[in-house]
Structure formats: C-alpha cells, structure tokens
C-alpha cells in the first residue's frame, strides 16, 4: 500500500508503507520531517499528522492514551479534529491511498 504525504513546506511525496507497519515508522524513514522520538509510545507528539477528511472515518478511532497526548500537544502546536499521531495507525490495504499532512514539529 502506498500514502500521500504533504509535508509543512508544502513538499509532497509518495511512500510505501507494507501492512503492518506502523505509519511513523514510514514517515520517519521515508524522508520526512518526522521524529518519532519516544519510538511510538505514544508520548511525544513528534508524529503529529492531519488526516485527510476522506480517510479519518477509516481508521481505527483513536484510543485514550492517543487523544490525550494530541490534547497535551494542543498547548503548542495547532490540532484539529483531524490530528491523529502516526504512531498509532497501522497500515493496511484497506488503507492504500492515505493522504495525510504533517503537523508543524513539536
Ligand atoms: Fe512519539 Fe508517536 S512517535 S507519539
């Protein structure tokens, strides 16, 4: 499956991501501005993303330590109903197309 990335510069570009794969780990690898500084535990906020409206219903909702943390990184960086942090959304083919942008760094 593939995603389609906007980066904060307005830089976009195509990823592979195999299913499975944590979308951070994507992100961080593929080039991007992505951190993923606590490694995915769900506690820095470093991979920060706005999902594209047509995708948010996909997903799996996200869980309490997930919106806790965007609530935590809402006293910084600009968050909206969309923001999702990437370490917590697995790929998968029903995923395919995913297009996201990502957040301003934390
Ligand atoms: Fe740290 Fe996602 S990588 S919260």
């Known amino acids: 499956p593939q995603i389609f990335v906007t980066q904060q510069d307005g830089q976009t570009l195509t990823l ?3 299913a499975g794969a944590r979308l951070m780990e994507a992100l961080r690898d593929g080039g991007t501005t992505v951190e993923g500084t606590c490694g995915g535990a769900c506690s820095c906020g470093s991979c ?3 999902v594209d409206a047509q995708w948010l ?3 799996d909702a996200a869980a309490d330590d997930e919106s806790e943390m965007i609530e935590a990184i809402g006293d910084v960086v600009e ?4 923001s999702r942090l990437a370490c917590q959304i697995h790929m998968s083919d029903a995923l395919d197309g995913l297009s996201l ?5 934390i």
């Open 16 to 18: 592979d991501v195999a």
């Open 48 to 50: 920060h993303v706005y």
């Open 57 to 59: 219903s996909k997903l």
């Open 79 to 82: 968050v909206r109903p969309s």
């Open 101 to 105: 942008t990502i957040a301003e760094a």
